[in-house]
C-alpha cells in the first residue's frame, strides 16, 4: 500500500486504531456465538473461490471451508485501488468480504484471512501449504 | 531439482501460541508428503531491520509472514514482503 499504491500512512488497525488510511479493519460480519475470549472470525466458514485464480487452480474448487482464528479483514474501500494495482481477491466470504488476496505475476504471492495450518493434518497437508513448497522449490537458490 | 527448501517466518516465535506451533507442524506435513528436506528459521521480526536479518532472509527459499499480529516490528515483515515481491521470492501470509 505504502510503496505501490503510494498510500501515505497506510496502517492496520491492530498497531493504530486511529490512522487515516486503515488498510486491515476489525471484521464487519464477527461470529456472533462465539467463546468469550474468541476473536471475531472463529472456526469454519465457507469461501467462494474465483475462476482462473491460483487460489483456483490449487484448490480446484468453487467454495471451500477453511479455519479462521482472527480479529480483521481488508478494508473494503482498498479493494479497487490494489485490484488496479496487480492484485486480485480470489477468495471472498458469506458477505464479499476479501478472504484471499493474490498477486499477479507472481509466482506465488498469496495472503489469507484464514490460518490454514489450523486444519493440516499428517495424512491431509493443506493445499495452500503444499503449493507454497513447491513454489518454494522451483525459486530454490 | 533440490529436494531441500528453506523458509523464513518471519515472525516473533512463542510456543504458547497455537497457532506457531500448528505453522511448524503444517509445514512437516506438507513437506513429508512432497518429499522435500524442510529447514524451517523463524526470524524474529526486529532482525528484520538490520543487516545479518535481512541477510538471513535473502537466504531462504520462500517467505511466510506468521500469524499472530501485531508483530513486535510491523517495518521489519514489510521489508521481507517487499523483499518477496520485488524479488519474485514465494511469500505465503496467513
Redesign the interface.
Given at each position: 500500500m505504502r510503496n505501490v499504491l503510494g498510500v501515505k500512512n497506510a496502517q492496520h488497525v491492530e498497531y493504530d486504531a486511529y490512522a487515516p488510511n486503515l488498510v486491515i479493519v476489525p471484521a464487519s460480519y464477527p461470529v456472533i456465538v462465539r467463546p468469550q475470549d474468541a476473536p471475531r472470525l472463529t472456526g469454519a466458514m465457507k469461501i467462494r473461490v474465483r475462476l482462473g485464480s491460483l487460489a483456483y487452480r490449487i484448490y480446484r474448487a468453487k467454495t471451500v471451508n477453511e479455519r479462521f482464528h482472527c480479529n480483521n479483514e481488508l478494508n473494503p474501500d482498498f479493494e479497487r485501488a490494489i485490484e488496479e494495482k496487480g492484485m486480485t481477491i480470489s477468495g471472498r466470504g458469506e458477505h464479499g468480504e476479501a478472504r484471499i488476496i493474490e498477486l499477479n505475476d507472481h509466482p506465488f504471492f498469496l495472503a489469507t484471512g484464514f490460518q490454514p495450518q489450523l486444519s493440516s493434518e499428517e495424512n491431509r497437508p493443506h493445499s495452500l501449504i503444499m503449493a507454497f513448497l513447491k513454489a518454494a522449490r522451483e525459486a530454490s537458490v | 531439482?533440490?529436494?531441500?527448501?528453506?523458509?523464513g517466518l518471519m515472525g516473533d516465535f512463542d510456543p504458547g501460541k497455537?497457532?506457531h506451533i500448528?505453522?511448524n507442524?503444517?509445514?512437516q506435513?506438507?513437506?513429508?508428503?512432497?518429499s522435500?528436506q524442510?529447514k524451517v528459521r523463524w526470524i524474529p521480526t526486529p532482525t528484520l531491520l538490520s543487516i545479518d536479518g535481512q541477510k538471513t532472509a535473502k537466504?531462504m527459499?520462500?517467505l511466510?509472514?506468521a500469524?499472530g499480529?501485531?508483530y513486535m516490528s510491523?517495518d521489519g515483515v514489510?521489508w521481507g514482503i517487499?523483499h518477496?515481491?520485488e524479488n519474485?521470492?514465494?511469500?505465503?501470509?496467513?
Open positions: - | 531439482m533440490k529436494n531441500a527448501v528453506n523458509i497455537p497457532s500448528a505453522t507442524m503444517a509445514l506435513h506438507a513437506a513429508d508428503r512432497l522435500l524442510l537466504k527459499d520462500a511466510w509472514a500469524p499480529s501485531p510491523q514489510h517487499r518477496a515481491r519474485k521470492r514465494p511469500f505465503f501470509a496467513t
